[in-house]
């Protein structure tokens, strides 16, 4: 089997977001593409890569959406002697025809059971890359591709880059809405309840201040005759 991926998405507690977690195995067969006695035999040799992810399964509009991204070098073989670059590409794809792609890419040399990561890979989630309206939700998906060049040895010396089967992995999807914050109109409602009933109460207040000192002072004004 080529390629293999798993995702699982983590149960939320009360009010938070959950998070979804995976990774899939990435490979490339070196078949060369000129004649001769290595490109016959396949002696170029075969790579094998895991890419480990988490994302959270919600973003809104005006936030950032961000996968922790890994990747490890399980195995090279014939003569592939190193990972000589590597890319990862995350993209969303929206329902409405919109997507959305970033990625984070290396240059230094992964050996067999060498290790890159975690890498932030962030999108900011805006309304003008959704094409979200306020009120609107999404099911957008959740793709990585993995691109690699190796470096064989002798007697090519030369680096080579690889087509990498799967060439891309669906790895589950994200809800990203565009809501009206409710919260915030129905703290401020609140607010303007609240300060009515304080101006009530202070010019009550006032009302019996003034109906306190007309009582005390008005008879030594006015004596009775």
């Not at 890994?70 to 003569?79: A, D, K, P, R, S």
């Amino acid at each position: 089997m080529l390629g293999f991926s798993s995702y699982q998405a983590a149960t939320p507690a009360a009010g938070k977001v959950s998070t979804v977690s995976g990774s899939f195995k990435s490979v490339f067969l070196d078949t060369a593409d000129f004649i001769g006695p290595v490109a016959v035999t396949n002696k170029l040799g075969n790579g094998t890569y895991t890419v480990s992810y988490d994302y959270p399964s919600s973003a809104s509009v005006g936030s950032n959406f961000t996968t922790h991204v890994t990747l490890v070098v399980n195995e090279l073989t014939g003569l592939q002697e190193l990972t000589y670059q590597y890319q990862i590409t995350v993209q969303l794809g929206l329902g409405n025809g919109n997507g959305l792609l970033q990625q984070v890419s290396g240059t230094s040399a992964l050996y067999p059971g060498g290790v890159w990561g975690p890498k932030n890979v962030t999108f900011p989630i805006t309304e003008a890359n959704t094409g979200l309206s306020k009120g609107q939700l999404e099911n957008a998906t959740v793709t990585i591709r993995l691109g690699i060049t190796t470096y064989i040895g002798y007697p090519f010396n030369q680096p080579r880059i690889q087509t990498m089967i799967p060439t891309a992995n669906l790895v589950g999807n994200v809800t990203i809405g565009d809501q009206v914050n409710t919260g915030q109109a129905g703290s401020a409602g609140n607010l303007g309840v609240a300060n009515d009933d304080a101006l009530f109460y202070y010019l009550s207040l006032g009302a019996g201040v003034v109906l306190v000192c007309v009582g005390i002072f008005f008879p030594r004004i006015f004596p009775e005759k």
